[in-house]
């Protein structure tokens, strides 16, 4: 499982301070780095704040993935963003999002990217990211 950066309000970190993984499965539910695009493979990400300040916290985090072909063309946003709202009392979260055909053959560089927006809808500030390891995508 990759690990990533944590980006948190300046605030000491006895306040609030995060941690960001996220890894590619399998339909069977094991890591791996080459998929079937037909296939039900997933990205599963876990995050987790914790601190004084996470009773304080209103709004949603929004988990999406990144996608950049190997040897060029544009970044990709291939699945829908995954939407959860903060859960008072608790500061861990997972998601997995499904990712069947949703990209085309070849090799991608995947990033998770973890944003937040506040009770009013405004960008949050808290937030993170996680490069995953290189994946293959077979027809």
């Known amino acids: ?38 296939e039900g493979w997933t990205v599963d990400v876990s995050w987790e704040v914790t601190g004084e300040l996470v009773d304080w916290l209103a709004g949603c985090w929004q988990v999406q993935i990144i996608a950049d072909l190997l040897g060029g063309g544009e970044s990709r946003h291939p699945a829908s963003p995954v939407e959860m709202t903060f859960t008072p009392g608790s500061g861990r979260y997972t998601a997995s999002i499904p990712m069947r055909g949703e990209l085309d053959a070849g090799t991608y560089d995947l990033v998770v990217n973890l944003t937040t927006t506040t009770a009013a809808g405004t960008a949050g500030a808290l937030g993170g990211f996680v490069v995953l390891s290189k994946i293959v995508v077979k027809d």
Not at 12 to 34: I, S
């Open 1 to 38: 499982m990759a690990t990533g950066e944590f980006q948190v309000m300046k605030v000491p970190a006895e306040q609030l301070a995060g941690a960001l993984h996220g890894q590619v499965v399998d339909p069977g539910a094991q890591p791996t780095t080459v998929v079937k695009r037909g």
